[in-house]
C-alpha cells in the first residue's frame, strides 16, 4: 500500500505557546524535474479528514507509485498545539502542514514553512487566484503555502422563505435588496413585522459579526501595538444596530442548534464560504436540495475560513511533498479533481481557462441550490470582490474574543456599540498583555 493512514495521541498542551524561527538547521535539497517514476520518498501529513487526503493520495500514486503518503489523524482543535509542543520539543513534524484560517498566522510567524518561490520549487504568485497571494504570504512576504481552496462568501437563502417574505427568489434581485448594511436593516423589519416577529436576518448575532469583521480589512497589527478599534469598531456598530432593531436570532454560534437552524423556515440569511455548501448547507439541510440560492452580502463579498499547506523547512521529503501538493491543489488535472471529488475551488488560475474548467460543466451542488451556478458565483462574482490580508497570530485572538463576548453582547441589550468595544479590548489585553492595544 502506498497510502497508510494511522492516528497518535495527541500531546499534552503546552502552557506558553512559543512563537521560534528555525535557523541554522541543514535541510534535505530538493531535485529538480525528477521523473515521474523515479519519484520516491515517504510524506506525512497531519490531518483532521483524513479520508479527503487519502482519495486525493490513491490518484496522485497513479503518477507517483514510488511515494508512500502517510495520513495521520490529528483533531482541528489540538492541531496547532501539537505543531507547537512537537516542534518546541524536538519530536517528528509532519512533511506537510495544514493552516487552518484559525491558526494560519501563528504557523506562518514560527518560521519554519518553506519558502515557495525559491528555487526549487519556483512557484509564481501570478498564477494564483488573486485573493489567495496575502492569505499565502509570512510576515516577509514570501509565499509560504498553497492555499486548499478559495474561499469567498456570499449570503446563503432558501428560495420558498425569500418568496413569500421578500417576493423573488432571484439572486441579484435579493442581492440589490439588500446591498448594502441599511437596506439589510429596513428588509429585516419589514419581515419581521409580516411574520411577526418569527423570521429573523441571521440565526446568531455571531453571523453578523463575523461577517462585518470580514469585511473590514485593515492592516490593525504594528509591531507591538493592536488597533483593535480599527479592526472592530465598526462591525460592531453594525451588528448592534441589527441586535436592538430585532432582526437577529438568539441562537448561540455553532452550537446544535444553530446548525439545525440550516433546515429551518425562521432565518432568511446564513453566510456561505465556497466550502459550504458540501460541508454545512447540504449536510444540515439534506431535504433541501433545489430549494437554496445565493447572493451577494451587503458591502460585498468576503473571505471566510480556508486551510493551507506548506512543506516542513525540515523536511526530508521536500520533492515528494511538492509534487503531491502540485498535482492534487496547484494543477489542471489535479483541481479538477478535487473539485469533481470534494466541491472546492482551486487557487490554481489557469485551471479556470483550461479544458477542465469548472465554468464548462455543471457543478455538484448546482441543483441543491435550484441549478444556480455556483462556480460562477464564488469565483465569477464573489472571489474578485473579498479583500484579503497577510495573517497575523492577532488574527486568532480577535476571532476567540468576539465569539467569548457574542453571548454577553445578546443577551444584555444595554451593552452599546461604544461599551462593546471596550469590552472587546480589554478581553484582548488579557489574552496578551504583552502587546498595546487601542
Known sequence: MKIKRFSLSVLPAILCLVFLACSGKKTEEVADDIPKDELSGNILIWDWNGDIQMKFAE?????????TVNVQEVAWDDYMTKLQTSYVTGLELPD??????AWRGALFEMGICENLEQAPYNLDRSLMVKSSVPLTSDPSDHIVAIDMQVTPAGFAYKRDVAKQYLGTDDPAEVGDMISDWDKFLEVGKKVSNASDGRVKMMASLGDVLLST????????????????????????????????AGIIGNIEMYS?????????KDILFYEAA??????????????????WAITTPPGGAFNLGGTSLSINKDSKNKA???EF???VYFSEEGSAMMYELTGNYSCYQPYYESEYSPFNIKGPYDDFFGGQSLVQF????AAPQAKTAKQTRLDSIVDATWQKLIPVYMSNSSVNAAEALDMFIEEVKLRDPDITVK
Not at 506537510?96 to 484560517?101: D, Y
Not at 469585511?215 to 488597533?227: A, C, I, L, R
Not at 466550502?275 to 433545489?290: K, L, R
Open 59 to 67: 490518484n496522485f500514486n497513479k503518477i507517483h507509485p514510488n511515494v
Open 96 to 101: 506537510i502542514i495544514f493552516g487552518e484560517i
Open 213 to 244: 469583521l470580514s469585511q473590514n480589512v485593515v492592516d490593525y497589527v504594528s509591531v507591538s501595538t493592536v488597533d483593535i478599534t480599527a479592526k472592530v469598531k465598526t462591525p460592531l456598530e453594525i451588528a448592534l444596530r441589527m441586535r436592538d
Open 256 to 264: 446544535s442548534n444553530w446548525y439545525a437552524a440550516y433546515a429551518s
Open 274 to 291: 465556497a466550502w459550504c455548501p458540501p460541508y454545512v448547507i447540504s449536510v444540515n439541510d439534506p431535504d433541501g436540495s433545489g430549494n
Open 320 to 322: 515528494a511533498a511538492w
Open 325 to 327: 501538493i502540485k498535482y
Open 378 to 381: 464564488y469565483i465569477g462574482t
